[in-house]
């Protein structure tokens, strides 16, 4: 009998740990630690231990077998927030000096609505490049424009390069101890001519003095237009490369000396995997909530359901994703952190709650605020904490097991939660401790609503036709609370909610994505041989992004005839400012019917957004952007079916009752194990299902059903 062969796959969140472990008939285990930032690889094994156990294996087992091992991690953010970062040294184009430094006066990024009226209070991110490291260059490269028959050709050179001023910049640089030197040109994503002979010069030098300070080359990164956002994307891959590289590593190396015998791969921000040693690894830093959402649109595929909101409620983080039509959008200039980039990255709505987060009262203004400060992995008072979280009140209204918090491997303190509620905001505002927790818990469940409502309106979309996927260690706990203020077709609960995010990760397709900026116009009155030689040029840039796939995959072990290809463009009407990202069926565009379906591909997207009545043919199309994706078969995780056991929940599942506070009363909840739950039962409320890494609060006007899968179906009575 052959061995069984592993994936593992983990998603590192501020608090917790979490691991999705597959073998190749799509089986899988989950399991969940305590998240150690300072070194990473100790919850990496903590978690694939946990998962393991399960299976009654330990982590050597596994690694001995495992196929891939993909790990998400929180220290490229961390690298942002803490700022230590290398040092940065940039070459870029005379006259732009100041762009890493005004940065478009972004200075709203990540701010409240409050707060962004409120100028006086905003304040620049931290310097990723100090003003003298900073070195201009006299260059130009023309980029073309709308008027091609009258005007330059995109790439020209209209000033060549004073390679004197390279010379005596990079030797500055180095004479400054930069740690790694950027370059960029303002026209490189028409012609990086400019951009790689000067980075050609910077490594001849670096070699000449004996070093082996990195250069890298903003085209390298992205070679798009926008250069704010192009040059944000090249100096945090500068600023965080090689520090983040060496967390990843840890990890990849505490796996090899278990047996592990490949290269750690982690996920990119548009759902791609790609190994530790990526060039460009800034693409992975907000790969966490990623997985998350690659996990929805799984089960949005499995279980046909197109229109999908998945909602995350963490320790940490409370993130809001939407799958529309079947497809996920793509942002192509992403926020995170405070920084705009320019990168793909799967669209998702990041606000300010978690069950880690803080909870003040100010006792002159009677005003309650919730974070944005999180303690992480220290929970609260409970736990680690000085400070009171959302976790403590959970705790103390009795929705939360204290002798079963991860399963009673956490030992957490209900009486000193409880007294620190009542002492830092209860007693400051004169109320009940009980009754101002319920409050909170309003707030908190208030601020979920409207951020999903503000999504689905801001897009005229309605939430009666769209499902809930809850995820998350608090996400099930803390649906009742969501669901009561937005009516959705339906809600569902996965088994595995708790470690969701891995869970996405493991489902992840395998490939690699590679973007190009263009300028092809299509206009209803441009010749026949004009509209082919436009296609000519999309399909000469198709086949070169094709073939640095190819080269890519073929690195990491993938041989070339199991590689396919996933082909879309960024279209507009001619006039629009914003561009839509779409797939087109073709990967040439050799003939005038494969330029007519690339065009329909922008018209039936279009129309999935807008009314057909918004349209515009008649001022013709331009594609800005194009891409490919590259990508390799993985095993993914199976979901299986069980026999429909009736209604009736066997009695080994039933826990017995504890009392909650809930509606402004105590109530006896019934408790339940979720693991001797069975396909077909329901659970009435008021009830508690528990579960080793998460519980699922039912109110007594609720109730669950679990289908053929053991999926949970939340529904009013």
């Known amino acids: 009998m052959t061995a069984p062969k592993y994936i593992v796959a983990q998603d590192a969140g501020g608090s917790m740990t979490d691991c999705f472990l597959v073998d190749t008939e799509g089986n899988f285990s989950t399991g969940k630690f305590i998240t150690h930032p300072e070194e990473e690889a100790i919850s990496y094994l903590g978690s694939l231990n946990d998962a393991a156990s399960k299976w009654n294996m330990d982590t050597k087992t596994v690694h001995k077998s495992a196929l891939s091992c993909t790990y998400t991690g929180t220290s490229m ?37 409050e707060d962004i009226l409120h100028q006086q209070l905003h304040e620049h991110t931290p310097w990723l490049v100090q003003p003298k490291n900073i070195k201009e260059v006299t260059e130009r490269v023309g980029v073309g424009s709308y008027y091609m028959q009258h005007h330059s050709l995109p790439g020209t050179i209209v000033i060549p390069m ?70 944000k994307t090249l100096l945090i891959q500068c600023y965080i490369q090689e520090t983040a590289r060496k967390a990843l590593v840890s990890v990849e190396d505490a796996a090899k000396e278990e047996g592990y015998a490949y290269d750690l791969m982690t996920l990119l921000g548009y759902g791609a995997a790609a190994t530790v040693r990526y060039p460009k690894l800034a693409e992975a830093v907000a790969s966490g909530p990623t997985g998350g959402l690659l996990g929805g649109k799984f089960i949005s595929e499995f279980l046909g359901r197109p229109n999908m909101i998945c909602w995350d409620l963490g320790c940490t983080t409370c993130d809001v994703g939407l799958i529309a039509g079947g497809l996920l959008p793509v942002n192509k200039s992403p926020e995170f952190a405070a920084h705009k980039v320019r990168m793909p990255m799967i669209a998702i709505d990041c606000l300010g709650a978690g069950c880690s987060h803080v909870v003040k009262a100010d006792p002159a203004s009677g005003r309650i605020t919730i974070g944005p400060e999180s303690v992480r992995a220290d929970l609260g008072t409970m736990y680690a904490s000085d400070e009171v979280t959302i976790g403590d009140i959970d705790l103390t209204l009795g929705y939360v097991n204290p002798d079963y918090y991860l399963g009673g491997t956490i030992q957490v303190d209900r009486e000193r939660a409880k007294t620190e509620l009542t002492k830092r905001v209860a007693e400051p505002l004169g109320q009940d401790v009980y009754d101002v927790s319920l409050k909170i818990l309003d707030l908190l469940h208030d601020k979920v609503v409207n951020h999903i409502n503000g999504i689905m309106l801001s897009k005229g979309l309605n939430p009666a036709e769209f499902t809930l996927l809850v995820h998350g260690a608090a996400g099930p706990l803390h649906l009742w609370g969501v669901e009561r203020g937005i009516r959705f077709k339906e809600v569902l609960v996965v088994p595995w909610s708790a470690v969701f995010s891995s869970f996405g990760v493991a489902a992840a397709d395998y490939f690699h994505r590679y973007d190009k900026a263009v300028t092809f116009f299509l206009t209803p009155d441009m010749p026949d041989e004009v509209r082919l030689m436009q296609g000519s040029a999309l399909s000469r840039t198709w086949a070169e992004l094709e073939e640095r796939g190819l080269r890519e995959l073929e690195e990491e072990g993938f041989p070339r005839d199991r590689i396919t290809f996933r082909h879309g463009i960024s279209c507009r009407y001619v006039g629009q400012l914003s561009n839509w990202e779409m797939p ?123 289908d053929e899968y053991k999926f949970m179906r939340y529904k009013r009575k």
């Open 77 to 113: 953010i961390n690298i942002l927030v803490t700022q230590g970062g290398s040092r940065v040294g940039l070459l870029i184009t005379r006259g732009f000096a100041h762009l890493p430094i005004i940065e478009r006066g972004l200075t709203w990024i990540g701010q409240t609505y």
């Open 162 to 231: 004073n390679e004197e001023e390279v010379v005596r910049g990079v030797h500055e640089l180095l004479d400054n101890g930069v740690e790694i030197i950027a370059c960029l040109t303002i026209g490189s994503y028409a012609n990086p001519v400019h951009e790689n002979r000067m980075a050609d010069i910077a490594r001849q030098i670096i070699a000449e003095r004996g070093l082996e300070t990195p250069v890298i080359a903003s085209n390298e990164m992205c070679p798009v237009p926008n250069e704010t956002e192009r040059l």
């Open 584 to 706: 087109v069926e073709v990967g040439r565009a050799d003939t005038l019917e494969d330029l007519d379906k690339i065009i329909q591909a922008f018209e039936t997207n279009y129309t999935k957004i807008y009314p057909s009545g918004a349209r515009y043919p008649e001022s013709g199309y331009q594609i800005t952007e194009i891409y490919v994706e590259a990508a390799a078969e993985k095993p993914k995780p199976a979901i299986h079916a069980y026999p429909l056991q009736g209604a009736v929940p066997p009695r080994e599942a039933h826990k017995g009752r504890r009392k909650a506070f809930f509606d402004g009363e105590w109530i006896p909840f019934d408790l339940y194990e979720q693991d001797r739950l069975e396909a077909g039962n329901r659970i009435d409320g008021p009830a508690i299902i528990e579960h080793t890494q998460t519980t699922f609060l039912i109110p007594p006007q609720n109730f669950v059903e679990l």
